[in-house]
């Protein structure tokens, strides 16, 4: 009836993930149970989780993100605290529990925060910076946010029911066969990332329609803002790249359920196949995530210097040439499997070739800054310590991409700081820029500054703190994955990465904090301009935060740096007076389909993972009258009248114009 | 384990070879950071003497450098890769005095097995060598995939059921060192350290004539024994029956080493390295 | 607040850019419909390519069970090859038949295309069947793990395709060539003509390569 399912799937010997379990579980209750009561639930329903406003969605996936990175970061304290203590003793985490902590910490932190941020962050924005009023297929989008967040959902269920994979973030077979995992842990991972990679698939083809077919009159390529570029890159990466994740996941999970041999040692099976396979979707991955974060940071760099972006073609050159290259080089994560030194040797190259557009953008923003007025305001801070941070990344990236070099840092705490390195220095600081520098526009207030840099400097030295000490016992022979260790050498350097994983957790709460005290203190920081930083892209020519439709009028773009334009042209002419002739807009209306189809995922997912059929069969069934039932839909439109775009657009206007003509008495 | 201290020709080209890319790159490197430093400073909106020039967002010469200055880089690091690659490839020989000796290493779930087929002699977690001597290695695994990896004599190499990888290193001194997997292998993965004793030439067939005399015996049947999770605190040594015991693994004539054995349906399988403790 | 733009630059072109056709603005619905759903076609295509590499890499790991010479019927193959190309014709006039809004015609092409489609499905259930019975399932070794994993997810998407098709058939009967009924009939013509690619690729490195060896 239950397939696997029974009592002993709960791990009631184990108090950690047990209590974890609940208080998360009452967590949710709580708020669950304080919605209903005050009678939030039906805004919540029809406000957010049936909305297809990209804006909305955004916010949910960066959301969605927030609270990952909370988890991902609490697995993370409880291994810096292990391996501080589990010197020539079992520690306090045995390692069947070990083992599944820095899997799912690998695992949540890139799919289900890293990628949920970005995807988040370029949902909420590029829409408005090409000047139009949705992306291209709205419902669709809400269909992949609420996959991924199925995804996150299954995962850490997997933290009160059965158990989660003990086999890392990549569950290499053979170790992920059945033979040798027989338990749930890797179904589990697998399900989970199958029905993210449909989302994130479909957000994917998406944004690539959106920023190829939907951008606004004179809104040439080459006019696009860096971010509305990347992102373009980012999601052609996604679109070759996921599928090839799909294929490889499912070829798995064949195995383990069909008896199917690609991967097993039995039959004729190839585990090197596996390799290949899953690199050739891992390093783009890599780009995928960070393509984005450079796009943010070429935005920001360039608001806060005053000036347009330096070398702006060099840097579409330059992304494009990630984007292709990266497809180039999947090798460089296994040179040690004996492949010949011609084969490493070209792939090593190719690896290092990518670092040239990489080192041309850092050299771009640099320039940015020369000649302009740089204003320290938050956003600026995390890009200027992204810089310096991803260039020492980088530098251990090439390093690694000598294949002598690797055969000593293979798999090592160096490269374990290595990838840090680049993902929290690139990604997560380029999420972290792109949500202060964002976040008025998405809520008309902006966050507080002090919490905002306490925050990055708590965050830019933990980090520091945390993961050079691993750099220097990856040269000390240490390998990643240890649940204990008796080398003496190696021990000291653990505590000091413990000490800085504290003051990079004092970061995390200074970043929670900033949110609280800002909630608290909107109305003091209230923006009514729509255009704090004095920005230069099409979506601060909106007001903060932006009417469902983003724009009365579709704008029109007549050079590069729209908005900054306008502006320009503006004070020039002052303010156009003639009054607009407003028209009706039509706006997609809300659907719950991403949520019910969600819903009957998460029982699939789960029923998969359990063995149990008849579920499997009925969330089958769901889910596809879902789609019939959407598919028979008749009205997807609703019209907003004239008057009332009018009269939305009249405020926004009043404000704008008031603020200029105080700018120019003052 | 220092990496930076190495005890054999291959481990010293290695190390030489990283300690090179770090300094031909931190040329550059170091540099560019104080430039990110030095402008963000002097450009501050509060500077007063810095001159503010917002047309300056395009200059062909400037590009020409910035692509230049990584360019540059990249082909000198990509020669230390092409030729590092060929002279430090696995299985490039590794000449030294003496005869080689011909060492079989087994990944075992979770102990390494090294196999000596022309000492006739097996042991377990250590691995004794002469200084000196090439040392030739075959490797193999009985189960899941692990990396060999003696820090300080250079080059990790993966251990893959069904397959044989070759890898060719030198000790010069005698002395002790560690090495481990450097691969996730499960549950009892941490506990695959073993030690490595470099002895002199003259020791080694001393070495070798008291292992032969071992009562225990490697042959099929122990083997499968001791391919059976777990983790091993002990250093034992065998004789060797059959010196094809290694092309008897290397080709699945012997089956692949079991998983763990299930206690419950629930998919919390019993830990096999839980138990060894 | 600063305002700087007077300070800024007075021309639109700071990266000498220089052009330009003027991008006319946001595409209709129908070619960004079609436009979204290529892109679809080219992940799917990705999906199968590595499909196709597995077979590839796997294609000699018999483990002493059968090779693909010994157990691919080229008559059977003969008759799905046949019977999905036509179906592709029939699927066009059906498409055609939508755009001039003919009814009858537009049923008549999708019935037979539905008809092609489910005797493909059945004569391919009816090898795999007949292969499981003899014991060359695709546990039996790599290489009918691949072929059966290849084979199979095409299968399932000509499956998805049928569905879809009787979908469509239901929407017009129900709604008509609305326009929204028209982009997804476009779509569903793109996934089945895809799919009769895709059909060529497999039929040319599984069994006509393979009955070779
Ligand atoms: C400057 C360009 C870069 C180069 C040349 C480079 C090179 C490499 C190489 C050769 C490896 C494999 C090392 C090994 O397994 O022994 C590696 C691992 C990794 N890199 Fe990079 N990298 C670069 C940038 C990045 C970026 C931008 C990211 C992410 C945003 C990234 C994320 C990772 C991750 C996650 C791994 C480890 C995967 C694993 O084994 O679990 N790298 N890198
Ligand atoms: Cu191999
Ligand atoms: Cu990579």
């Known amino acids: 009836m239950l397939g696997k399912l029974d009592w002993s799937a709960i791990p009631f010997d184990q108090p950690i993930p047990l209590i974890a379990g609940a208080v998360v579980l009452f967590g949710i209750l709580a708020v669950l149970i304080w919605v209903v009561v005050k009678g939030h639930l039906p805004y919540l329903w029809h406000e957010w989780i049936t909305s297809v406003d990209?804006?909305?969605?955004?916010?949910?996936?960066?959301?969605?993100?927030?609270?990952?990175?909370?988890?991902?970061?609490?697995?993370?304290?409880?291994?810096?605290?292990?391996?501080?203590?589990?010197?020539?003793?079992?520690?306090?985490?045995?390692?069947?529990?070990?083992?599944?902590?820095?899997?799912?910490?690998?695992?949540?932190?890139?799919?289900?925060?890293?990628?949920?941020?970005?995807?988040?962050?370029?949902?909420?924005?590029?829409?408005?910076?090409?000047?139009?009023?949705?992306?291209?297929?709205?419902?669709?989008?809400?269909?992949?946010?609420?996959?991924?967040?199925?995804?996150?959902?299954?995962?850490?269920?997997?933290?009160?029911?059965?158990?989660?994979?003990?086999?890392?973030?990549?569950?290499?077979?053979?170790?992920?066969?059945?033979?040798?995992?027989?338990?749930?842990?890797?179904?589990?991972?697998?399900?989970?990332?199958?029905?993210?990679?449909?989302?994130?698939?479909?957000?994917?083809?998406?944004?690539?329609?959106?920023?190829?077919?939907?951008?606004?009159?004179?809104?040439?390529?080459?006019?696009?803002?860096?971010?509305?570029?990347?992102?373009?890159?980012?999601?052609?990466?996604?679109?070759?790249?996921?599928?090839?994740?799909?294929?490889?996941?499912?070829?798995?999970?064949?195995?383990?359920?069909?008896?199917?041999?690609?991967?097993?040692?039995?039959?004729?099976?190839?585990?090197?196949?596996?390799?290949?396979?899953?690199?050739?979707?891992?390093?783009?991955?890599?780009?995928?995530?960070?393509?984005?974060?450079?796009?943010?940071?070429?935005?920001?760099?360039?608001?806060?210097?005053?000036?347009?972006?330096?070398?702006?073609?060099?840097?579409?050159?330059?992304?494009?040439?990630?984007?292709?290259?990266?497809?180039?080089?999947?090798?460089?994560?296994?040179?040690?499997?004996?492949?010949?030194?011609?084969?490493?040797?070209?792939?090593?190259?190719?690896?290092?070739?990518?670092?040239?557009?990489?080192?041309?953008?850092?050299?771009?923003?640099?320039?940015?800054?020369?000649?302009?007025?740089?204003?320290?305001?938050?956003?600026?801070?995390?890009?200027?310590?992204?810089?310096?941070?991803?260039?020492?990344?980088?530098?251990?990236?090439?390093?690694?991409?000598?294949?002598?070099?690797?055969?000593?840092?293979?798999?090592?705490?160096?490269?374990?700081?290595?990838?840090?390195?680049?993902?929290?220095?690139?990604?997560?600081?380029?999420?972290?820029?792109?949500?202060?520098?964002?976040?008025?526009?998405?809520?008309?207030?902006?966050?507080?500054?002090?919490?905002?840099?306490?925050?990055?400097?708590?965050?830019?030295?933990?980090?520091?703190?945390?993961?050079?000490?691993?750099?220097?016992?990856?040269?000390?022979?240490?390998?990643?994955?240890?649940?204990?260790?008796?080398?003496?050498?190696?021990?000291?350097?653990?505590?000091?990465?413990?000490a800085g994983m504290a003051v990079l957790t004092i970061g995390v709460i200074c970043q929670i904090v900033q949110i609280v005290v800002s909630i608290r203190n909107r109305d003091a920081l209230r923006d009514r301009t729509g255009d704090l930083w004095d920005g230069r892209s099409l979506e601060w020519a909106t007001s903060s935060p932006p009417p469902v439709f983003n724009f009365a009028f579709n704008p029109d773009v007549r050079g590069e740096d729209a908005y900054w334009d306008i502006k320009s042209r503006a004070q020039q002419q002052s303010l156009e007076h003639e009054v607009p002739e407003y028209h009706d807009i039509e706006m997609p209306r809300n659907s719950p389909t991403g949520f019910v189809c969600a819903f009957f995922a998460t029982i699939m997912g789960f029923a998969l993972i359990w063995h149990i059929w008849w579920m499997v069969i009925l969330g089958g069934i769901g889910a596809f009258a879902t789609f019939v039932v959407f598919a028979w839909r008749d009205h997807d439109e609703y019209v907003i009248p004239a008057d009332e775009v009018a009269a939305i657009d009249r405020v926004n206007i009043e404000e704008r114009r008031s603020l200029v003509s105080m700018a120019g008495t003052v | 384990m220092n990496l930076l201290d190495p005890q054999g020709p291959v481990a010293a080209a290695n190390s030489t070879i990283l300690v090179d890319s770090v300094f031909i790159m931190l040329a550059i490197v170091v540099p560019t950071i104080i430039a990110i430093l030095g402008f963000a400073f002097w450009f501050r909106a509060s500077n007063p003497r810095a001159h503010f020039q917002p047309d300056f967002v395009y200059s062909g010469r400037v590009e020409m450098v910035v692509w230049a200055i990584p360019a540059l880089t990249v082909i000198l690091l990509g020669g230390v890769a092409w030729i590092g690659s060929h002279q430090l490839d696995p299985a490039a020989p590794v000449p030294g005095t003496g005869s080689p000796v011909r060492i079989q290493a087994v990944s075992l779930d979770w102990k390494w097995l090294f196999i000596y087929p022309d000492q006739r002699i097996a042991t377990v977690n250590t691995l004794t060598v002469p200084a000196g001597a090439e040392l030739n290695f075959q490797l193999t695994s009985s189960s899941v995939m692990n990396t060999f990896f003696i820090p300080q004599l250079g080059s990790m190499i993966y251990t893959m059921n069904g397959m044989v990888t070759k890898l060719n290193l030198r000790a010069d001194s005698e002395g002790k060192l560690q090495g481990l997997s450097a691969h996730f292998s499960g549950d009892g993965f941490p506990d695959m350290m073993f030690d490595v004793d470099v002895i002199s030439p003259l020791a080694f067939p001393d070495w070798v004539a008291a292992t032969a005399k071992s009562d225990a015996v490697l042959n099929e049947e122990s083997y499968k024994k001791l391919m059976q999770q777990g983790i091993e605190k002990g250093r034992p040594t065998y004789r060797l029956d059959d010196p094809r015991l290694f092309d008897l693994i290397a080709s699945q004539h012997i089956p692949p080493g079991p998983g763990p054995e299930l206690i419950s349906d629930a998919g919390r399988p019993h830990s096999g390295g839980h138990d060894a403790r | 607040m600063s305002m700087t733009a007077t300070a800024g630059r007075a021309h639109a072109d700071p990266h000498h850019i220089g052009l330009v056709i003027e991008h006319p603005g946001p595409a209709p619905k129908r070619i960004v419909t079609a436009y979204g759903f290529w892109v679809f076609l080219l992940s799917d295509i990705v999906m199968f390519s590595c499909f196709f590499a597995a077979y590839a890499v796997l294609v000699g790991q018999t483990a002493g069970g059968p090779k693909g010479s010994e157990i691919f019927d080229q008559r059977n193959v003969a008759i799905e090859t046949v019977c999905l190309l036509l179906s592709s014709f029939t699927c066009g006039m059906a498409s055609i038949a939508a755009d001039v809004r003919n009814r009858f015609w537009f049923y008549l092409g999708m019935a037979v295309t539905c008809g092609l489609g489910v005797v493909f499905l059945a004569i391919e259930f009816r090898e795999f069947a007949d292969l499981v019975s003899r014991g060359y399932g695709p546990s039996r070794s790599a290489f009918l793990t691949a072929f059966f994993s290849l084979v199979g997810c095409h299968g399932l998407h000509v499956s998805a395709g049928v569905l879809w098709l009787l979908t469509m058939m239901a929407q017009v009967f129900a709604k008509g060539f609305r326009a929204d009924v028209l982009r997804r009939m476009m779509c569903f013509a793109l996934f089945w003509h895809a799919l009769d690619i895709v059909w060529v690729g497999v039929f040319s490195v599984v069994y006509l390569l393979g009955s070779g060896v």
């Open chain 1, 54 to 498: 990209h804006k909305r969605i955004g916010v949910m996936y960066i959301l969605l993100a927030s609270v990952m990175l909370l988890r991902g970061g609490s697995d993370a304290i409880m291994m810096r605290i292990q391996q501080a203590v589990a010197y020539q003793s079992q520690g306090y985490l045995p390692p069947e529990h070990y083992n599944q902590i820095f899997s799912a910490h690998g695992t949540i932190m890139i799919f289900f925060v890293a990628m949920p941020f970005v995807i988040g962050l370029m949902n909420l924005i590029v829409p408005l910076q090409l000047g139009v009023r949705d992306v291209a297929f709205p419902t669709l989008n809400s269909v992949g946010f609420w996959l991924t967040a199925t995804g996150a959902l299954l995962v850490n269920l997997s933290l009160v029911i059965g158990e989660f994979a003990r086999t890392g973030w990549l569950a290499f077979p053979p170790l992920s066969e059945l033979s040798y995992s027989p338990g749930v842990g890797v179904d589990y991972y697998a399900w989970s990332l199958q029905i993210s990679g449909v989302g994130t698939l479909v957000a994917g083809i998406n944004l690539v329609t959106t920023v190829l077919k939907l951008r606004t009159k004179g809104m040439n390529y080459l006019r696009m803002p860096m971010f509305c570029w990347t992102t373009l890159a980012s999601n052609l990466l996604i679109v070759a790249a996921f599928p090839i994740l799909t294929a490889t996941l499912a070829m798995l999970l064949l195995d383990r359920y069909l008896g199917f041999h690609f991967f097993t040692n039995e039959a004729g099976g190839n585990v090197m196949m596996f390799m290949n396979l899953i690199w050739a979707w891992g390093h783009p991955e890599v780009y995928i995530l960070v393509l984005p974060a450079f796009g943010i940071f070429s935005e920001v760099v360039s608001t806060f210097s005053g000036k347009a972006l330096f070398g702006y073609r060099s840097m579409v050159l330059a992304t494009m040439a990630i984007c292709i290259i990266s497809f180039m080089v999947w090798l460089h994560h296994f040179f040690t499997m004996g492949a010949g030194p011609d084969v490493n040797a070209i792939f090593g190259i190719a690896s290092m070739i990518i670092a040239i557009p990489t080192g041309v953008k850092i050299y771009n923003w640099l320039f940015t800054m020369y000649g302009g007025r740089i204003r320290f305001e938050t956003p600026m801070l995390w890009s200027i310590g992204f810089m310096v941070t991803f260039i020492i990344g980088g530098l251990t990236g090439v390093l690694v991409a000598v294949p002598p070099a690797d055969f000593m840092l293979h798999n090592s705490m160096f490269l374990v700081a290595h990838f840090h390195n680049v993902i929290i220095g690139g990604v997560l600081f380029g999420a972290f820029a792109g949500f202060e520098y964002w976040f008025p526009k998405a809520f008309g207030f902006r966050l507080d500054d002090r919490w905002g840099k306490l925050a990055f400097w708590f965050t830019f030295l933990g980090f520091y703190v945390t993961f050079v000490p691993l750099y220097v016992a990856g040269m000390l022979g240490m390998t990643r994955r240890m649940q204990h260790y008796d080398v003496a050498a190696w021990r000291p350097w653990m505590f000091v990465a413990a």
